[in-house]
């Protein structure tokens, strides 16, 4: 049972309206800057591990709201776990990041299942499930998934590469069989989030960290248009749930991106051009980030005035603050603390 939102800050500006100290969390924020992350992960093992073992996942995912109080926790996972689930081998390396066996021909790509397993993925339910018990009554759920074009690139290629080229000539050379793997995202994206939604989520964000890559007519094809059906399919059966749509680097394509997909805010890029984002974005749904990471990392005068730039920009109306991508893991802890101060006491003075 999700939560009356009107406790929620974070769900108050998803459902349109806006805070006058705006909610705050990180991309990332369970992850490698803590210390208490580390301890956890060396415990754990494999990356995987710590993902699909539920007592350890509800406990990552909960260290950084404890730690600073944030208004939402996003449930720790990634976003290769549809990949896995529909039977294909994935690791992760140190130092590497993540290994597919690539689905590089059509001939590959014809024997790609379509239905995944989710029985693969109740361990990420179960994980959600520990989370909502723990968390009060003001703190959002967040669950989430990569789009199916980000997701799609890695399962082409095997791995992440430069500018995910494999995948854009795939596209190119072969659509039908790169719109079969878009189409099996798809639809067990849906299955997936829904499942999120059951066991306790409030909301849901869709990754897309390479739509930045995509030309405008591309964008339309294998960004925009997987994220709608993802949106229509989850709103079917639950059609006041909220979404997040990040297609990162879309940049003057976002107008485009928020009015087909019908997504309730979009996570937008530190390089994001604030007129545009006020004049044709912010003034139609929620808008969150998008303070550099960097910024982040380098503290003091700078990051104040990277935090403030933020809020000029963008806190006269709806805004989540954010990162413009996930944080570092070299990032310093007192420098998070500096930016939550600076973002709720300029909140509140506003």
Known sequence: MVQDPTNKPFLEVLSGRRQAVPPIWMMRQAGRYLP???????????????????????????????????DAAIIFSDILVIPYALGRSVRFEAGEGPRLDPLDTPDKIAALSSEADMTKLEPVFEALRRVKRELDSKTALIGFCGAPWTVATYMVAGQGTPDQAPARMMAYRHPDAFAKVIDAIVDNSIRYLLGQFKAGADALQIFDTWAGVLPPREFAQWSIEPTRRIVAGVRRQVPDAKIIGFPRGAGALLPSYIEATGVDAV?????????????????????????????????????????????TNFAGGRLIFNLGHGIQPETPIPHVEQMIRRVRGNGMRN
Do not use: H, M
């Not at 990356?47 to 996942?57: M, S």
């Not at 984002?277 to 982040?296: H, S, T, Y």
């Open 36 to 70: 208490e992350y580390r301890e956890l992960r060396a415990k754990a093992g494999g990356f995987l591990d710590l993902c699909f073992t539920p007592e350890f996942a509800a406990e990552v995912t909960l260290q950084p709201i404890r730690r600073f109080g944030f």
């Open 267 to 311: 996570s937008i890029d530190w390089a994001a051009e604030p007129s545009l984002i006020r004049d044709k974005v912010q003034n139609r749904v929620a808008v969150q980030g998008n303070l550099d990471p960097l910024a982040l990392i380098a503290g003091g005068a700078a990051l104040d005035r990277a935090v403030d730039d933020v809020l």
